[in-house]
């Protein structure tokens, strides 16, 4: 019975997807629809169980509004604790976005031919350019991302970049000549950087304690 529920889920988030249906005709249907099984037992058999785990995690969520941690607890955790948190290997990025793959394919051979000193002005250039991308006011910049926000957005390695280099990539957005401009190593999070996950940490242990209780 458990598995029904996702299915169901899954079709009415294809139903609010679909642009047929504007969300006053799906509120309409959903009512409907509720109407018409709300006292159903087999209806009520599948969605019960459900019903309880979203009782639990809001349980859990209201508890943790109410839990407090103190700057003392944070800084007494990160001495018993020094070097257990890390902070994830980071890349800055300048992007060119273009039209198709033959685009950016030949820009890159271009700012490829440029010497490294050079690269950074020539890529500057290009994104006033050619960039159809709404970041190019501010060089194409994309910020400090972590190695993981840099995987999912390009699906390509950290590891195997390094600053200077220069690769073609298609992702959600389109085709893009991408330029590393710098890089940061992993490194054991100083205090402040560590700060709000010790105090998730410690609010986590806080809720586990308190539901424990009530059992």
């Known amino acids: 019975m458990k598995i029904l529920f996702p299915v169901i889920l899954v079709f009415f988030s294809l139903l609010n997807a679909n642009p047929i ?22 209806f009520k058999k599948v969605i019960e169980p459900n019903i309880k785990n979203l009782a639990l995690q809001y349980w859990q969520s209201e508890i943790l509004k109410e839990i407090k941690v103190s700057e003392k607890e944070t800084k007494n955790w990160y001495s018993r604790n020094k070097g ?16 198709n793959k033959l685009a950016a394919t030949d ?22 350019t050619y960039s159809k991308d709404g970041n190019k006011k501010n060089g194409g910049d994309n910020g400090w991302l972590t190695s993981i926000q840099f995987q999912k957005l390009f699906n390509v390695s950290l ?37 709000k996950e010790i105090e998730n940490i410690l609010k986590r242990e806080k809720l586990f304690e308190l539901l424990k209780k009530q059992l």
Do not use: H
Not at 84 to 99: A, H
Not at 107 to 128: C, G, I, Q, W
């Open 21 to 42: 249906f504007t969300n006053e005709q799906i509120e309409k249907l959903e009512q409907k629809a509720y109407s018409k099984y709300k006292n159903n037992n087999d």
């Open 84 to 99: 257990k948190i890390k902070v994830l290997p980071q890349i800055r990025l300048r992007n060119i976005l273009v039209d």
């Open 159 to 195: 590891a195997s970049k390094k600053a200077g280099d220069l690769f073609v990539v298609k992702n959600n957005f389109g085709w893009q000549v991408v330029l590393v401009e710098a890089t940061k190593p992993q490194k054991i999070a100083n205090y402040n950087e560590a700060k």
């Open 107 to 128: 820009l890159f051979k271009r700012l490829s031919a440029t010497p490294m000193k050079e690269r950074l002005s020539s890529f500057l250039y290009a994104v006033n």
